[in-house]
C-alpha cells in the first residue's frame, strides 16, 4: 500500500513541489525501456552532435583540443568519428578544473559539485539540475531492472566508511521532510535541492545507513553479528554494499552456520564489481542474488543487469560507451579500456572520459530480448596485472585464485614492479595460510619471473576513499598492453 501511494500520488506531487522532473523520467524509462536501451541511430548521432558542439562552444578546454587537431562538431558524420578526438584523463580534469572545463553558459541552475570517492584520485564534477534529475531517474531505474525494485520498498546501505566522513552518510539525525518545509521554507533554489534529496532518501527509498565494517580482517564477532541482526531486523528488499564487506558477512554466516538475514530482493556490490568466486559465496550464503549495476559519482548509473544477469544493459540513450586497445577500437570480445561520453551533463561535459575501468562488449541478444550489445566490466585498470606475454590478467581472475584456498579469508596483492609482487594474506580462523602454494599459483598465473615478498596480516587496511583493493599494480591508464580475448 505504501508503494502504491507514493508511486501514484505523493512523487509525483512532489514533482510538481520541488521542481524536479526525476519521476516523470523514470517512469517513462519503466514504460519504454526499449526507447533507453536501444535509442535509434538518428537520435544517438544527435546527441552526441550536441554535446560536441556544447562543449565546443562553452568550453575552452575543449575548444582548445579540438582546433588543435582541426576537428569541428561538423565533422562527426558517424559515432565512429568520435575516436579522432583524444581521451579525456583524470589528470586532464584536475588541471584544467574549474574554469577551463566547465560550461561558461550557466544554465538549469542550481549547478551542484559531486566528489568522486578516490579509490585512486579523487575527483570533483558538476552536474546541473536536469543532469541531477536525470541520475536520480537512472538510478531508480537501475534498482528497478536488477531486482524490481520500487519507490517504497526497504533499502539498505553499508557504505565505505569515508562516504560517513567525507559525504554525511552516517546515522547522524537529519530533519524529516515536513519538519524542514516548516524550518526552511523551501523556497530558494538551495532549499528546493536540499529538499530533494531528503525526499529520495527518506521517501523513495526508506534507506537505512549501517555503520562501515573495521579494517577487513579485523572485525569482531559481534560487530558482525551486530550488523546481520540489523539487517535481518530491517528486512529490506535491496542490500547494497562494498564487496568485501558482502564476503566478509557470508563467510561469517557460513563458517558459523548462522541463519541468513532476510533479504527480500537482491545484494548489490556498491563501488566495484565483485568477482565469479566471490558471488557464489555470497549468493550461497545469503540465499538471494548479487545483481550489478554500473555507475560512477561523476557519470551517475550508466549500465544495469536485467533479470538474466548475463551482462550489463547500457543506458545507450544517455551515454556514449567504447572499449579500445591503445588507440583502436577492441575487436570482438576483446577486452580493452572503458571510455563513457555523457551526453547529459552539459554544465561540464565529459567526452571520451577514461574511467578507468576494463571490459569487454557482449554481441550475443540478452534473453531479455534486449539486441543491443552489453557490456562486462571486468575492474579497474590499476587493478590489472601485466603477465609474462604481455596481456592484461583481470584482478576477478586473481581473486579467484587466491580465495579458493580455504585457509585464506581476504589478501591484497601488489605488483610493485616488472619483476616483483608483495603478498599480505589474511587467514581465517584456525587456519594457516600456506604461503609458499599461495606463490606458486600466482606465479602460474603471472607466468615470467617475479621475486615475491609475502606475509601473514592480522587485517587489510581501506584504501583513503575507503574502498578496498585486492590487487594493486604500479601501471597507469596510458599503458598500452596486449589484452586478453575471451570470446
Excluded at 410 to 416: A, M
Amino acid at each position: 500500500m505504501y508503494s502504491w501511494l507514493l508511486n501514484r500520488c505523493a512523487l509525483p506531487l512532489v514533482g510538481v513541489f520541488t521542481q524536479s522532473r526525476f519521476f516523470n523520467l523514470y517512469r517513462s524509462f519503466r514504460e519504454h525501456p526499449e526507447e533507453l536501451f536501444c535509442p535509434a541511430p538518428e537520435k544517438r548521432l544527435a546527441a552526441l552532435r550536441g554535446i560536441l558542439q556544447h562543449a565546443y562552444q562553452t568550453v575552452p578546454f575543449y575548444r582548445e583540443r579540438m582546433d588543435a587537431i582541426g576537428f569541428s562538431p561538423a565533422d562527426l558524420k558517424t559515432e565512429n568519428d568520435l575516436c579522432h578526438l583524444p581521451t579525456l584523463r583524470k589528470c586532464d580534469i584536475a588541471a584544467n578544473f574549474p574554469d577551463r572545463i566547465l560550461s561558461t553558459r550557466k544554465s538549469s541552475t542550481p549547478w551542484r559539485y559531486r566528489s568522486t570517492s578516490g579509490t585512486i584520485e579523487r575527483l570533483t564534477v558538476v552536474h546541473d539540475s536536469r543532469k541531477r534529475d536525470l541520475a536520480r531517474a537512472l538510478q531508480l531505474f537501475s534498482l528497478y531492472s536488477t531486482s524490481g525494485y520500487v519507490p517504497g520498498m526497504k533499502y539498505m546501505e553499508i557504505p565505505p566508511d569515508a562516504c560517513r566522513n567525507l559525504c554525511g552518510a552516517a546515522e547522524s539525525l537529519e530533519p524529516t521532510v515536513f519538519r524542514y518545509i516548516l524550518q526552511n521554507g523551501g523556497t530558494s533554489a538551495e532549499a528546493i535541492s536540499d529538499l530533494r534529496g531528503l525526499v529520495e532518501r527518506q521517501w523513495v527509498y526508506r534507506q537505512k545507513v549501517l555503520p562501515s565494517l573495521d579494517s577487513i580482517g579485523m572485525q569482531r564477532q559481534q560487530e558482525v553479528d551486530s550488523c546481520l541482526r540489523a539487517i535481518d531486523q530491517y528486512q529490506p528488499a535491496v542490500l547494497k554494499a562494498l564487496p568485501a564487506y558482502l564476503y566478509i558477512l557470508a563467510v561469517h554466516i557460513r563458517d558459523r552456520g548462522l541463519d541468513a538475514p532476510r533479504i527480500r530482493r537482491c545484494l548489490l556490490p556498491m563501488g566495484s564489481s565483485m568477482s565469479p568466486g566471490m558471488k557464489q559465496v555470497v549468493e550461497s550464503a545469503f540465499h538471494v542474488s548479487v545483481h550489478e549495476d554500473y555507475g560512477s559519482a561523476e557519470l551517475g548509473s550508466v549500465a544495469a543487469e536485467c533479470g538474466h544477469k548475463t551482462g550489463l544493459h547500457p543506458f545507450a540513450a544517455c551515454f556514449h560507451i567504447e572499449v579500445v586497445c591503445g588507440d583502436r577500437p577492441a575487436g570482438r570480445g576483446e577486452m580493452g579500456r572503458i571510455l563513457i561520453t555523457d551526453l547529459a551533463n552539459y554544465a561540464m561535459p565529459l567526452i571520451r572520459y577514461e574511467i578507468g575501468d576494463v571490459g569487454r562488449f557482449i554481441d550475443s541478444p540478452c534473453d531479455c530480448g534486449t539486441a543491443a550489445p552489453r557490456l562486462e566490466v571486468r575492474g579497474r585498470l590499476q587493478d590489472c596485472l601485466q603477465a609474462g606475454d604481455g596481456s592484461l590478467i583481470s584482478e576477478d581472475e586473481v581473486v579467484d585464485t587466491l580465495l579458493a584456498d580455504p585457509a585464506v579469508l581476504v589478501f591484497q596483492l601488489e605488483k610493485r614492479s616488472d619483476a616483483e609482487i608483495f603478498l599480505q594474506v589474511v587467514a581465517r580462523v584456525g587456519h594457516t595460510p600456506d604461503l609458499g602454494a599461495i606463490q606458486k599459483r600466482i606465479g602460474s598465473l603471472l607466468g615470467g619471473n617475479c621475486r615475491f615478498k609475502a606475509r601473514l596480516v592480522p587485517y587489510i587496511q581501506a584504501e583513503p576513499g575507503g574502498k578496498y583493493r585486492f590487487v594493486k599494480s604500479s601501471y597507469s591508464p596510458e599503458t598500452s598492453y596486449a589484452y586478453r580475448s575471451t570470446c
